[in-house]
């Protein structure tokens, strides 16, 4: 099963171009979604009739916005409040999280698509991006605990370390890199999760997923790895492959960050 996640910077923009071309080319099983920024109805065309297509839209609109996209059926579909509870029905926190279940040869497996807040350092921006990190984490402690198979992924924008970061001297105190959003990913971790693109990559810089667009970032490679798939022990063990589509050029590219694919051996 080939499991890849992407955030598609808008996806009507991606689609026009290129994401179309890559997902015929990548032949990916399974993908989740992230800054979508539309409905349903305009997401499922884009992506193509042959996928079925889950979402959940963000209430302000032009912001956010995860989706879930599978060759095969998807099921028990949960998303927002019905799955993190609480203040995250709140608009800010919308289309940010969504969950549902794949059968696969091996047994079902649970995906998620997560877009966690980016957050602007020293602003109440950072409260929001706390607040979804606190109730991301307490419902991947209930994920872990109802299936055997779990793959949370998405944009976290959280680089972990100094190796998922180019200028990681000159981002000590910027949102993305501070120590207490690295906290979380720490904690993910030691709670028995699988950082699996950083475990088939090994110890190494990079490789990135997202890059400016401004400037020569692209083409220098100053980038962020701030997309994940955090696995359960169980699918981590069957994970043989992971790998970033980053574009052959700046001009070839159809959103500022790179797909990341893995191979799972179910």
Same mark, same amino acid.
């Given at each position: 099963?080939?499991?890849? *996640?992407?955030?598609?910077? &808008? #996806?009507r923009a991606?689609?026009r171009? +290129?994401m179309?071309?890559?997902?015929?080319?990548?032949?990916?099983?399974?993908?989740?979604?992230?800054?979508?920024?539309a409905p349903l109805?305009?997401?499922a065309?884009?992506?193509g009739?042959?996928?079925h297509?889950?979402?959940?839209?963000?209430?302000i609109?032009?912001?956010? +916005?995860? !989706?879930?996209?599978?060759r095969? @059926?998807?099921?028990?579909?949960? =998303? &927002?409040?019905d799955?993190?509870?609480? !203040?995250? +029905?709140?608009?800010?926190?919308t289309g940010?999280?969504?969950e549902?279940?794949?059968?696969?040869?091996?047994?079902?497996?649970?995906?998620?698509s997560? $877009?966690?807040?980016s957050?602007? @350092?020293?602003?109440?921006s950072?409260?929001d991006?706390?607040?979804? /990190?606190? %109730?991301?984490?307490?419902?991947?402690?209930? /994920?872990r605990?109802q299936y055997?198979?779990?793959?949370?992924m998405?944009?976290?924008?959280i680089?972990?370390?100094e190796?998922?970061i180019?200028?990681?001297k000159?981002n /000590?105190?910027?949102a993305?890199?501070?120590?207490?959003?690295?906290?979380?990913?720490?904690?993910w971790?030691?709670?028995g999760? #699988?950082d699996?693109?950083?475990?088939l %990559?090994?110890?190494r810089?990079?490789?990135?997923t997202?890059?400016s667009?401004r400037g020569?970032?692209?083409?220098?490679?100053a980038?962020?790895?701030i997309? $994940?798939q955090?696995? *359960?022990p =169980?699918? !981590?063990?069957? =994970?043989?492959d992971?790998?970033?589509?980053?574009q @052959?050029?700046?001009? =070839?590219?159809?959103?500022?960050?790179?797909?990341l694919?893995?191979?799972?051996a179910l």
């Open positions: 099963m080939r499991i890849a *996640s992407v955030n598609v910077n &808008g #996806v991606a689609a171009k +290129g179309g071309a890559w997902l015929a080319e990548g032949a990916p099983d399974v993908v989740s979604l992230q800054e979508v920024r109805d305009i997401t065309p884009l992506v009739e042959e996928w297509v889950v979402e959940q839209a963000c209430e609109k032009g912001r956010a +916005g995860v !989706a879930i996209a599978s095969s @059926a998807l099921t028990d579909v949960l =998303a &927002g409040v799955a993190l509870g609480g !203040a995250m +029905g709140e608009p800010v926190h940010r999280w969504i549902a279940t794949v059968e696969s040869p091996a047994g079902p497996v649970r995906v998620v997560t $877009y966690q807040h957050g602007t @350092a020293g602003t109440p950072m409260d991006k706390y607040a979804l /990190l606190d %109730a991301s984490t307490e419902r991947m402690g209930a /994920l605990e055997e198979r779990v793959v949370v998405g944009d976290i924008n680089a972990h370390t190796r998922d180019k200028n990681w000159g /000590l105190k910027s993305g890199f501070l120590p207490e959003e690295r906290a979380y990913l720490d904690r971790v030691e709670a999760w #699988v699996v693109h950083r475990t %990559a090994g110890d810089e990079g490789p990135y997202w890059w667009m020569k970032a692209f083409d220098n490679d980038g962020w790895r997309d $994940y955090f696995a *359960s =169980a699918l !981590a063990a069957a =994970a043989t992971a790998r970033v589509d980053r @052959a050029s700046w001009d =070839a590219r159809w959103t500022d960050h790179a797909p694919v893995v191979d799972y």
